[in-house]
């Protein structure tokens, strides 16, 4: 059932905020068109602290950030500001180039919160991955929820179990939360090429071998699988149709490296629509260095 086990790779990204870097692997760069994956936290901030993500850009992917607790303030450079909840997709798609910043908001940066989450990347298909960029705001009620053997089912984005969620894909894929009580029995699509699942909290048991929280488990594909809860789990089942190579260079994916090397040009030079009332930035980082000569 399992083809490779991942484990989040501890990364500290300043000002205390520590994440679980799961993709890309060093032998496993997607799951369907998911290249990049990220545990945040959990995160306490006390009151008067919080966290300041500056404006960065985007290009050839969409990104969602799926809270358990706490709040981000979204602002983005077409005009957009949004508080993201527990709950709720914010479904933003850079396309052929978008910036924004996540910040503190003025409420939590005064009483201090816990930040928990998950914030993941689709690469967009080759055909898309010019788009003009858009952001899309679905509250809770707005998502299909399904709740059968002692575990509810929230599909994020994509289609599973008959039901089809509101954000607006270009591919085909599934993304859902599953909070699950001890002894549930979950079950995970098998309509889709590349599939995976991540334990954030808890433990899960497959094929009778318990896997601990931190652990994304890539599937064989076309597989039934279905796991159980020996206590109370949070678990995110995702996947869809394989996307292809990709280049990554920080925030920037495309399918062609060229492309990539305009988009830092665009961004070293100022070319890029920046957010409205920010002034400050995320300079382009340094490539990276080329390891010495061995002697």
């Known amino acids: 059932m399992i083809d490779r086990i991942i484990d989040a790779r501890r990364r500290d990204l300043g000002d205390g905020f520590v994440v679980g870097r799961v993709l890309p692997a060093p032998f496993r760069r997607t799951v ?16 008067g602290a919080g966290f300041d993500v500056r404006p960065h850009p985007h290009i050839g992917l969409s990104t969602v950030t799926w809270l358990f607790e706490g709040e981000i303030m979204h602002r983005d450079s077409l005009g957009f500001v949004q ?42 298909p080759e055909g898309a991955e010019e788009v003009e960029p858009g952001f899309w705001h679905h509250p809770a009620d707005m998502l299909p929820s399904i709740t059968f053997d002692g575990a509810k089912r929230t599909l994020i984005a994509g289609s599973a179990f008959h039901a089809t969620a509101p954000a607006a894909t270009h591919s085909p894929l599934f993304y859902i939360d599953v909070d699950a009580e001890p002894g549930a029995r979950v079950q995970l699509p098998d309509d889709h090429a590349e599939r995976a699942l991540y334990v954030a909290e808890g433990a899960i048991e497959l094929d009778g ?3 601990d929280a931190g652990k994304m488990l890539v599937l064989t594909p076309g597989a039934p699988v279905h796991f ?17 190579e990709r280049h990554i260079f920080w925030n920037l994916v495309s399918s062609r490296p060229e492309r990539i090397e305009q988009a830092k040009r665009d961004w070293a030079e100022g070319r890029f629509a920046m957010v409205p009332g920010e002034t400050d930035f995320i300079p382009l980082p340094e490539e990276p260095k080329a390891p010495e000569p061995m002697s």
């Open 32 to 47: 369907g068109p998911f290249i990049f994956f990220d545990h945040m936290g959990p995160a306490t901030y006390a009151p």
């Open 83 to 124: 508080p993201i909840t527990p709950g709720a997709v914010n479904w933003m798609t850079a396309g052929r180039g978008i910036v924004h910043s996540e910040r503190s908001s003025d409420a939590t940066r005064a009483s201090g919160q816990t930040l928990h989450g998950i914030q993941a990347w689709i690469a967009l």
């Open 209 to 211: 071998i318990r896997y």
């Open 228 to 244: 159980i809860t020996p206590g109370r789990a949070r678990v995110m089942l995702l996947g869809g149709a394989p996307i292809g």
